[in-house]
């Protein structure tokens, strides 16, 4: 794993002027936010920058103003919301660059917080443009990045700043790539990897990276059907991406030759119709699926025996779900394989980090989001992650 600065590189930064990338791309309901997960993911770098001195100037994007301002999509929006986690009030700037920053500064004292308007109001930013970056860093006398989940693009804030100031990895950032170093990078084996989700089609790249850097590979979801459609199984009018199958074949070759085994489920939970607790639920082997039916959840002798693979293992990377989680009794599955692999990683014996939203929201369900060695809210950057991409906002930051 690359090297990068943290906080703790930071000698006395009392009065200086600490840019920190942040994600504050908050859900709105009524006009405030429904979900303040990403604040409290910034907050211990905000606080601590500012409790040591620093005068800190927050940098974020809020939805998708394609390059024009947009009263609906300021940052402003979010300033009630930000404040609420972090205890203190915020000044808001409705520029990024410019005078009216520098004068803003001045207006400042020192550990005071400001909030830069929307970065996405500029062009330059999802251009990376460098004058536009250097516009900015101009402000400022150090750059901090703390938004992970904005890491896999290379846009000005994200990307291009680190090439103009000191750039130093955030607490949330910090704990993130130390999370994902002991998952993929330098991981303890045996490895496990959960990959679950509808269709196979967004995550071929995840699987091909997977095959030769894990042990034990868990198919789940909608794309289990599509890998046992290519053994030829029937599996009746399931969601399955039938053109895909060479391709599930081509995988499960190169697992093969890596000498990573492909875990795919025996007996399935099947129904005629996709609601909550049908009529027609009823659980049989992959080879008895009729006509009618579609599977949408992996059977309970084959989650025990997944179970039993996550007790030879060291290290467990998840991403998606084992079924139709979002609907009783297609939970069952994802739930019973959540619990055993946090029982298994609150005993010592398992380092398991997941993430992506739908994974989230799977451990969250079962009870169990809080038992992981980590869980990743990033979606798209974790995603690219686990297809071995090189994260631009990360490679920017090594030293």
Not at 60 to 84: I, K, N, Y
Not at 152 to 175: D, K, S
Not at 248 to 277: Q, W
Request: negative net charge.
């Amino acid at each position: 794993m690359s090297s990068f600065k943290t906080l703790d590189d930071l000698g006395d930064i009392a009065g200086k002027v600490a840019l920190v990338r942040v994600d504050l791309n908050l859900p709105m309901k009524d006009g405030s936010a429904s979900d303040v997960t990403r604040v409290e993911a910034a907050k211990p770098t905000i606080l601590e920058l500012a409790e040591k001195g620093a005068k800190v100037l927050l940098l974020a994007h809020f939805g998708r103003p394609g390059g024009q301002r947009s009263s609906v999509l300021s940052t402003s929006m979010v300033v009630g919301d930000v404040e609420g986690v972090l205890g203190k009030e915020l000044m808001f700037i409705p520029e990024v660059a410019g005078p009216v920053v520098a004068q803003s500064i001045g207006i400042l004292r020192n550990g005071d917080i400001g909030l830069l308007d929307n970065v996405r109001f500029w062009p330059g930013e999802e251009a990376n443009d460098a004058e536009f970056a250097k516009a900015i860093a101009e402000n400022g006398d150090f750059y901090v990045n703390d938004a992970f989940s904005a890491a896999h693009r290379a846009h000005a804030t994200t990307e291009g700043l680190a090439h103009h100031l000191p750039a130093y990895a955030g607490r949330a950032m910090g704990a993130e790539l130390k999370a994902l170093d002991a998952a993929l990078g330098t991981p303890e084996q045996p490895v496990a990897a959960v990959v679950g989700g509808a269709k196979v089609s967004t995550k071929l790249a995840v699987l091909e990276n997977l095959v030769g850097r894990v042990q034990h590979l868990i198919i789940g979801g909608g794309m289990a059907n599509t890998f046992l459609a290519a053994r030829g199984v029937d599996v009746g009018k399931s969601l399955c991406e039938h053109d895909l199958t060479d391709t599930a074949n081509r995988i499960m070759d190169e697992a093969d030759h890596a000498g990573c085994t492909v875990h795919l489920p025996y007996d399935v939970v099947v129904s005629k119709e996709f609601a909550a607790n049908p009529a027609s639920l009823r659980t049989c082997n992959v080879h008895e699926v009729a006509e009618d039916e579609m599977i949408l959840d992996v059977g309970p002798s084959a989650v025990e025996a997944l179970g039993d693979v996550l007790k030879t293992c060291k290290t467990l990377v998840w991403n998606g779900p084992m079924g139709a989680f979002e609907t009783e009794p297609f939970d069952a599955a994802t739930v019973a394989l959540a619990k055993t692999a946090a029982a298994l990683t609150q005993e010592g014996s398992l380092t398991s980090v997941a993430g992506g939203g739908d994974t989230v929201a799977a451990l969250a369900h079962a009870g169990v989001k809080d038992d992981f060695t980590f869980v990743s809210t990033a979606g798209g950057a974790f995603l690219e992650w686990m297809e071995g991409r090189e994260l631009p906002g990360v490679a920017a930051l090594s030293a």
